[in-house]
């Protein structure tokens, strides 16, 4: 079992899920997000999904997603993970009517944006810290933006949590030292054009994790 973890996020092709799967990801993200150039339908995922070992987590990344959405894509996934405005109240609700593990994304730039984990403890079952994205941009997460991991060094986690955003084959052995965490999220840093998965890079970047 490596030491760390990784999620390899906005897959779409049968190509990316094979050697995300082959390479030894511990979950792969699926992303329901129309405005999105990595957004699958609930039927793509479904077929995208459908070989995969039960040991590989598969995570629906949702935009504040309504019931019909939730519906279409929960009995498919293992995870949840809610990119948007989610309140704790909403995080608690879907966990309890999908019965799935429910990861929140919080974005973050500054010290104080840490201060909106503790409000999901009892809620969610992991926090993502994430980049915040620039005010106006059409996506809330895969930018391949970093935050100052230095933030995360002394934090009181309130829950388990994993760290995205910008994370790279160069950058990621400093990722984890610098903030100590055992499970990393990586979409842009695996990929030739947005949306465009890298089977080489998956597999590099796979590689190098394991050797960490
Ligand atoms: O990847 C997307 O298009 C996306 C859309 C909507 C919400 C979240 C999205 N991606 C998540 O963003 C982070 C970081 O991605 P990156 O490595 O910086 O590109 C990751 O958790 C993705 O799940």
């Given at each position: 079992?490596?030491?760390?973890?990784a999620k390899i996020c906005g897959l779409s092709?049968?190509?990316s899920?094979?050697?995300a799967?082959?390479?030894?990801a511990?979950h792969i993200g699926f992303v329901?997000f129309?405005?999105s150039p990595r957004h699958v339908?609930?039927?793509?995922?479904?077929?995208?999904?459908?070989?995969?070992?039960?040991?590989?987590?598969?995570v629906?990344v949702?935009?504040?997603?309504?019931?019909?959405?939730?519906?279409?894509?929960?009995?498919?996934?293992?995870?949840?993970q809610?990119h948007?405005?989610?309140?704790?109240?909403?995080?608690?609700?879907?966990?309890?009517?999908?019965?799935?593990?429910?990861?929140?994304a919080?974005?973050?730039?500054?010290?104080?944006?840490?201060?909106?984990?503790?409000?999901?403890?009892?809620?969610?079952?992991?926090?993502l810290?994430d980049a915040?994205?620039?005010?106006?941009?059409?996506l809330p997460g895969g930018l391949g933006l970093r935050?100052?991991?230095?933030?995360?060094?002394?934090?009181?986690?309130?829950?388990?949590?994993a760290l995205s955003g910008g994370i790279d084959?160069?950058?990621?052995?400093?990722?984890?030292?610098?903030?100590?965490?055992?499970?990393v999220d990586i979409s842009s840093g695996v990929e030739s054009a947005p949306g465009v998965k890298d089977?080489?890079k998956i597999?590099?970047f796979?590689?190098?994790?394991?050797?960490?």
């Amino acid at each position: 079992m490596p030491r760390i973890s990784a999620k390899i996020c906005g897959l779409s092709t049968p190509d990316s899920v094979g050697a995300a799967v082959r390479h030894g990801a511990s979950h792969i993200g699926f992303v329901f997000f129309p405005k999105s150039p990595r957004h699958v339908t609930a039927e793509q995922m479904q077929a995208l999904a459908a070989g995969v070992p039960g040991h590989v987590a598969k995570v629906a990344v949702l935009v504040d997603p309504d019931d019909e959405l939730l519906a279409a894509v929960a009995p498919a996934v293992d995870v949840v993970q809610l990119h948007g405005a989610e309140t704790a109240e909403r995080v608690a609700a879907i966990g309890h009517a999908t019965g799935l593990e429910v990861w929140k994304a919080i974005s973050v730039r500054t010290r104080a944006d840490l201060t909106a984990a503790p409000s999901y403890r009892g809620a969610a079952q992991r926090i993502l810290y994430d980049a915040k994205p620039p005010v106006g941009a059409d996506l809330p997460g895969g930018l391949g933006l970093r935050f100052d991991w230095a933030l995360l060094t002394d934090f009181g986690h309130p829950l388990p949590w994993a760290l995205s955003g910008g994370i790279d084959i160069a950058n990621v052995a400093r990722a984890v030292t610098t903030t100590g965490a055992s499970l990393v999220d990586i979409s842009s840093g695996v990929e030739s054009a947005p949306g465009v998965k890298d089977v080489d890079k998956i597999a590099a970047f796979l590689k190098a994790i394991a050797s960490l």
